[in-house]
């Protein structure tokens, strides 16, 4: 059998022929294993949870606030969440934050050892004299734009700051986890809560529209001096046509107009009605003037008031008086002469009768034509009662509509206002953290780690080893692959292709290691041999 075939013998030669090269190279990444905890610069995880909640959505119009009754809830999208995140990352967010805790003393962050001894001797005795003192005034004497002289600090920082901070979406939730790097926690804990204060400030800025107080007092002066002007204004007009409530007044005007309206038809029914009886009185009268004296008169003066008949007792009893003269001198006529003296006398009497009967019925002719002229002259006063009603009305009418007017201006005046002292007292500092339009709460707020995050010994030290001895491993097959002498006698027969006569092995016994186990020169011997 080949002994090349044998991998795992082969395996075995090279490990013990090259153990010793094994050794320094495995003990060199074993001290580096050992040694790097101690050299890395110690860094703690400052974690801290803010929860987006429901969206809250006014309903009402402008002048309502937003409160439980009038807004409605949606639940924060990935659009929302995304832009939740993009405002915690924001820079300038992280700069105020840092700028805020170097002004109270409370963020002093300790360099890196390049940072310290490199970048900022650079930038302090080497970048900012040279833009102040060449850069700056060979631009302005150009008439170019003279470059700021920037905190540089205060970028190094915020820069720092952003490559440390880690801030993500929890999957599937309206959880925002916040994650800060830092060498100092105590430090490292101020950044965040400050950080998660700043943010929810300006979640609070970006939601209400912070209005001065100057400029509330001014919209409220402004507001003053025109609601004065428009009840001024109003009540002009109200003593202009001398009337409180314009529109109970039209009210009660229209049932007086209805009324009248009513009686008027009566009495227009009425003179109609009287003015055809007197003209057939008028032609009864020329007719019996004209007449024999034997006709009677052909009407009984009969008023019907509300379905009861009221008789004329004087024309009725003059009536019936000159009837029964009438039929006494028909009767008599059948027994005297016409020419007789009580025929004469019956003629007289029936005449002088008669006379009066026409008298009385002319003056009764003349009693319904002055009633006419009443009822004439009663129409005529509703007539122009009814007219001037309804100009009332309509002087009414024109004001009501100036008062609609200026109502509509002064509800538009209130709600102006109201709009602006809501905004007011959505921004007022009292309300600036705890108010109800904020739907950001913070879950978890940042705390102080007792445990470094970075390095981990315990997992830095057993990687360091496994890995060192992996390495070993290969550079050791790595020189055996470049290492072209024979190592064994088999090598020789399949190179040369001749027979191998002799072998003679290294008679040198493995020397004992003299010192004590588990001591420094005991270690020293090992490593050499």
Known sequence: MNPKENYLHEFFRIFFANKQWMKRV???????????????????????????????LSQGDATTSLNQENATFVPPSLADMETETNILRSPALIRETIKTLRDQGEYTPSPGVLNKWVSEPLKRYVTQPLREYVINPLRDGLGLEVDPVRDTVLDTLTDEAIENLKIETLPGSNVISIVYSFGDPAQGTRFVAQLLENYLTGRQDLQSIELPQTFYEQKKIQYQTRLDGLEGNRLTLLEGVGSSDPKEEITFRLNAINTEEQALSLYQDRLLQGQRWLDYLKTSLAAANSSRLTDAFPFTFTTTVDNVAFDDQEIRQMGEQLTNQVNRYLNDLAIFQPGSEP?????????????????????RIQERTTDLAVVSSVINQKVERIAAFKERIHQLQETQSKLRQMDTEINALHAAF???????AEASSTRSLDNDLSNARVLSPPFEPTAAAFP??????????????????ALVYVREFFDHRFKHPAQIGHQLDLPVLLVINEQSPDQVNPHRNWSVPSLVHWVKN
Do not use: C, H, W
């Open 26 to 56: 495995f003990l060199i990444f074993a001290v580096i294993a050992l040694v790097l905890p101690l050299m890395l610069k110690q860094s703690f995880d400052i974690t801290a949870q803010v929860i987006v909640q429901s969206k809250k």
């Open 343 to 363: 025929m004469l006398l019956a003629r007289e009497q029936i005449m002088r009768t008669r006379q009066q009967f026409l008298k009385v019925v002319n003056n």
């Open 418 to 424: 109201s709009t602006y002292a809501q905004r007011f």
């Open 456 to 473: 981990k010994p315990i997992l830095i030290i057993p990687f360091g080893l496994f890995t060192g001895l992996l390495l070993a491993i």
